[in-house]
């Protein structure tokens, strides 16, 4: 597993266990915008414009914050080159968000001035909130219900809520029921139940939706 020094900024590959680290979550931009395995690996002057390699340093600055020293971002700490670490990564990405001590939930379309006293009551009528596109991709459904802890940032990284501040919100965007918001009440939903919370989500390539599910059902491909 690779992670992301949050003081340096190198990767650095771990075997077995890994040290404490925070996770992302968020919707990939466009492919230009987005930082590669490989272009992190180089000269971050010919990235650092890129919106993909702001957020990943605001996450780390996040993590920083919350004293962790490693952060998992899937657009640069996947070699997609390698067809096994690509593969290893799919199968294992579920257990990666449960893993991980934070998830930060990015919502890139949501503005601070959408969320004034970012009370948690108050979002029930947020419509930027509501109508976040976070809410509707297939790889972030795992994102949501894997960690135990989950924070949500608006667009300038300002603090929105935790998972379980919005929980009731939450449950009315997604559908999802209030019990199964939380990782160890997952397997209790039934197969029905669950295919039903992936239904309305999509993603860019049509075998993701496939690969998306995989933890949620617990299998492995």
Partial sequence: MW??????????????????????????????????????????????HRPGFIKILKACHQAKTDELDYLWVDTNCIDKSSSAQLSEA?????????????CYAYLCDVQDAATPS?????????????QSGWFTRGWTLQELLAPNRVVFFTSSWSRIGTKAELKEVIAAITRIPLRYLHHPTLREATISCRMSWVSNRVTTRL???AYCMLGIFNINM
Wanted: charged letters at 20%; glycine letters at 4%.
């Fill in 207 to 209: 075998e993701d939706i």
């Fill in 90 to 102: 799919i199968n294992s990405m579920y257990q990666y968000y449960c893993d991980a001590v934070i």
């Fill in 3 to 48: 992670l992301i020094n949050t003081t340096s900024l190198q990767l650095r590959s771990f075997q077995g266990k890994p040290p404490p680290y925070a996770i992302l979550s968020h919707r990939w931009g466009f492919d230009e915008e987005e930082v590669s395995f490989q272009e992190w690996q180089d000269d971050h002057s010919e990235i650092c």
């Fill in 118 to 130: 970012r009370s948690p009551s108050q979002m029930a009528g947020n419509t930027q909130f509501h």
